[in-house]
Structures are given as structure tokens and as C-alpha cells.
């Protein structure tokens, strides 16, 4: 036998074995890659809920002790005792560390969109809490803002996450046909 003929099936091992390890890898890229975009794309859309999710609660918080205050319309009074307040500096605390994940996991247009909403809520708890002149048009102003800057923030989540658009139709009135527009004479007095 010759050399040549002893070498040609290792050759053939050789190349068949390169060949198989070349398309193994070119398959399993683009498969890794999916499977840790589905991973990241999981975190970010808890880490996108759960702040959103405390940030509407604070909002709602402040909201009622601004109705307690007089400054805005609502049933639901809630004075600001200094367990409230505790209360809501632990909630502000968890929101904080909520929005550290996000400048991890978000884009800069959703990181953007919030630091707004960040802005918008420290305005409603310091109009709240009496710490800036309040009345009425003051608050309402900034609970607007603050609605405009939260759908900003879902509608950049949701786009960040390549999901359809979330919005409402513009025919649905907020606030509701059913609900007056407040009296203030009938606002909370506070205290």
C-alpha cells in the first residue's frame, strides 16, 4: 500500500470532522444569540413592569394626601402622618432601586422617558407633602404631566421590547363623560 492511499480516508475523517464542527457552530450562533435576547427581553420586561407598577402607586399615594391637603379631588383622603410618610420614603427607596435595573437592561430613549417620569413624581410628592406652593391648578398641572411622561415611558418600553403599540384610541375621553368636572368648593379642606 501506499502512503497516499493509507492517508486519503484520515484526510476524509479530518475534513469530515472540520466540515461537521463548521456547520455545528454556524447552527449554534444564531441559537445562543435567540436564547439569550428571549433571556434579556424577560428581564427587561419585568424590570420595565415592576417600576412602572411603583411608580403608579406612589402617584396614587400622593393623589390621596393631595386630597387631603385640598389640592386635588378625590374619595379617598389619605393625611400624611408620619407612618405614611415612612411608608412612602421605603416605597420611594424601592422605586429608586427599581429604575438602578432599568439603566442596566433599557435603551436610552426608555432610560430618557425614565428620568422624566422620576421628575414628574418627585413634583407630585413635593406638591403633596406641602414642601412647594400648591393649589389646585398646580396640581392638576402636574398630575398631567406626570400621566403624558408614564405613557411616554410604557410606550418606549414596549417598542423597546418590539412589541405592537399599546396605545388607546384618541375617541376614549379621560376623564370619563360620567365624571364632573370638580367643584372646589367641594375639594377636601385638609387640615
Known amino acids: 500500500m501506499s502512503l497516499i492511499s ?6 476524509g475523517v479530518v475534513v469530515g ?10 447552527n449554534e450562533r444564531p441559537r445562543w444569540r435567540r436564547q439569550q435576547s ?39 383622603p389619605l393625611e400624611p402622618t408620619d407612618e405614611l410618610l415612612g411608608e412612602l420614603g421605603e416605597a420611594e427607596g424601592h422605586r429608586s432601586a427599581l429604575s438602578e435595573g432599568l439603566w442596566l ?8 422617558a425614565t428620568v422624566r417620569v422620576n421628575h414628574c413624581l418627585w413634583h407630585l410628592e413635593w406638591l403633596a407633602r ?25 410606550e418606549l418600553a414596549r417598542a423597546s421590547l418590539d412589541l405592537p403599540s399599546g396605545e388607546t384610541r384618541s375617541d376614549v375621553a379621560w376623564p370619563p363623560s360620567w365624571r364632573t368636572p370638580p367643584d372646589p368648593a367641594r375639594r377636601h379642606p385638609g387640615p
Not at 41 to 62: C, F, P, Q
Not at 63 to 72: K, N
Not at 105 to 112: E, K
Not at 132 to 151: H, K, L, M, S, V
Request: hydrophobic content about 45%; charged content about 20%.
Open 17 to 26: 470532522a472540520a466540515t461537521s464542527y463548521l456547520v455545528s457552530s454556524a
Open 38 to 76: 428571549v433571556r434579556w427581553d424577560e428581564r427587561r420586561l419585568n424590570a420595565y413592569a415592576e417600576y412602572g407598577h411603583a411608580v403608579k402607586e406612589l402617584a396614587h399615594r400622593y393623589l390621596r394626601i393631595a386630597v387631603f391637603r385640598g389640592i386635588a379631588t378625590g374619595s379617598a
Open 105 to 112: 437592561l433599557g435603551d436610552a430613549a426608555t432610560n430618557t
Open 130 to 154: 406641602g414642601l412647594i406652593p400648591a393649589d389646585a391648578g398646580a396640581w392638576d398641572t402636574a398630575f398631567a404631566e406626570y400621566r403624558t411622561a408614564r405613557q411616554e415611558y410604557l
Open 6 to 11: 493509507e492517508a486519503l480516508p484520515l484526510v
